[in-house]
């Protein structure tokens, strides 16, 4: 079966530091999405991406976060610097947005900044 | 804010018994996703139905849509210990079908 990649499983770090999370979407997939899990807030959506192209990032805060989709097989979210508060398990999702199919998410990156 | 919200929050049934699980939602949807999660990692997808659609099978789920009560409820029949997790419904609205995620119902089934 065709799977959604996250790199890395886990991730420890100390606040400040830069951390930078990769997803590979399945081939063919024209939407990307990025979210946040969290006990307190659920699943928060931070970007989302169509054809590679960034639509909606209204969720992501901007002084300290970023997200790119350099190439088809590429998405990226970056945070600089990192905060305590930014510790929750991120998902990549991809999909064919307008079908009656739903989207395949990673397994997730776990972060926790310290 | 949340678009969807699951209800009820935590369900613990005995395996064979039907799980119910509710969700609503406050604006206009394109369609509606459910969602399995199992240990807090990768939501699986479960079943998809759109706006003008009813009610919808896979196997032992049984979704229905009520767009009137902007409401959708998951049935699952004769539950199994395997299906302990957490489910989500995702409403998805607009031209983007950006899916927006409730709070998820934690089902446990006692074996």
């Known amino acids: 079966d065709a799977r959604v990649t996250q790199t890395p499983r886990d991730k420890v770090t100390e606040m400040g530091q830069e951390v930078t999370m990769r997803c590979q979407p399945i081939l063919g997939h024209n939407t990307v999405f990025w979210y946040r899990q969290t006990m307190m807030q659920g699943l928060e959506l931070l970007a989302y991406?169509?054809?590679?192209?960034?639509?909606?990032d209204s969720g992501m805060p901007k002084d300290r976060f970023s997200a790119e989709m350099p190439d088809a097989t590429l998405a990226t979210l970056k945070i600089q610097p990192s905060e305590p508060r930014d510790s929750a398990v991120y998902f990549c999702?991809?999909?064919?947005?307008?079908?009656?199919?739903?989207?395949?998410f990673g397994s997730g990156t776990r972060l926790t900044v310290v | 804010s949340q678009q969807g919200e699951e209800d009820p929050q935590a369900l613990s049934i005995q395996e064979g018994e039907n799980a119910t699980m509710n969700c609503s939602y406050k604006?206009?949807?394109?369609?509606l996703q459910w969602y399995r999660q199992n240990s807090g990692r990768g939501l699986v997808h479960l079943i998809l139905?759109?706006?003008?659609?009813r009610e919808k099978h896979s196997g032992r789920l049984r979704v229905t849509l009520d767009t009137s009560k902007k409401s959708s409820s998951l049935l699952i029949t004769a539950s199994r210990a395997a299906d302990t997790a957490s489910y989500f419904c995702?409403?998805?609205?607009?031209?983007?079908?950006?899916?927006?995620f409730g709070r998820g119902t934690s089902l446990i089934v006692h074996p």
């Open positions: 995702a409403s998805a609205t607009g031209g983007s079908y950006i899916p927006t």
């Open positions: 999702a991809s999909g064919l947005a307008g079908t009656g199919y739903g989207y395949t």
């Open positions: 991406f169509r054809n590679r192209a960034p639509l909606d």
């Open positions: 139905i759109r706006s003008n659609e």
């Open positions: 604006t206009s949807i394109n369609n």
